[in-house]
């Protein structure tokens, strides 16, 4: 079974610094990966996706995440942090043949102004 | 907003009782999921529906039960309530129901057991 971990529950960061969230995945093979953000009070909302190809994938709010085979990882970038940014987020991954998907413990950002 | 909509928004009960949870997927998405929230068990996949039948199941205890109507809104149940039930439960709904589609997720039903 496929397995998501977020190694960093809590991130702190001033506003306009970059930023980066770390998603390590296990899955024997090239999982389907999303990024998703949860603001207080609501659901989640999708950030992007990487199913195959380009390997640097571009979604909304400015954001970006890598996928890195051999590191199994998935991080999520963005260059300068504004503070509507300050939210849970959570990767999560997807494999063939299972509809659902597994999420990550999250990781909650706070931006300082 | 994601187009899903989940009531109540709030709910608060006892223990030993029974809830029923409502979710209206976005317009001309097939596939219903129901996800439960928890600060210590973080987001756990309970159960999945596709067009009406049951896809996928996860975590899901045998005192709750969902199904998915023809009009492709969904129910889920919770029976014989405990304390450590309350949580928060999204529904999301997705176009095809593989992995591949994203999810959008309803504001969730916050549930309290007292």
């Known amino acids: 079974a496929q397995s998501v971990t977020q190694p960093d529950i809590h991130i702190t960061v001033s506003e306009g610094a970059s930023l980066e969230l770390r998603c390590n995945y296990s899955y024997g093979a090239t999982p389907y990966l999303f990024w998703y953000v949860q603001s207080p009070g609501q659901g989640l909302q999708l950030l992007l996706k990487?199913?195959?190809?380009?390997?640097l994938v571009q979604g909304i709010k400015g954001f970006e995440a890598e996928f890195k085979r051999s590191q199994s990882s998935f991080n999520l970038r963005k260059p300068s942090v504004h503070w509507s940014d300050a939210a849970e987020y959570f990767c999560?991954?997807?494999?063939?043949?299972?509809?659902?998907?597994?999420f990550g413990s999250g990781t909650q950002l706070t931006v300082l102004p | 907003d994601s187009g899903v909509t989940q009531t109540p928004k709030h709910l608060i009960t006892a223990t030993g009782q029974r809830v029923t949870l409502r979710c209206s997927p976005r317009s001309g998405d097939l596939s219903v999921y129901w996800y439960q929230q928890s600060l210590d068990q973080g987001l756990q996949f309970l159960i999945q529906?596709?067009?009406?039948?049951?896809?996928a199941k996860g975590n899901i205890l045998e005192r709750f039960s969902a199904q998915q109507f023809p009009d492709l809104h969904s129910e889920l149940n919770l029976s014989s309530l405990e304390l450590g039930d309350s949580a928060l439960y999204f529904c999301?709904?997705?176009?095809?129901?593989?992995?591949?589609?994203?999810?959008?997720f309803g504001n969730g039903t916050r549930l309290t057991v007292t």
């Open positions: 990487y199913f195959s190809g380009d390997t």
């Open positions: 999560a991954v997807g494999a063939p043949g299972l509809g659902q998907l597994t």
């Open positions: 529906y596709y067009n009406g039948e049951e896809r």
């Open positions: 999301a709904s997705s176009v095809a129901g593989h992995p591949n589609s994203p999810l959008h």
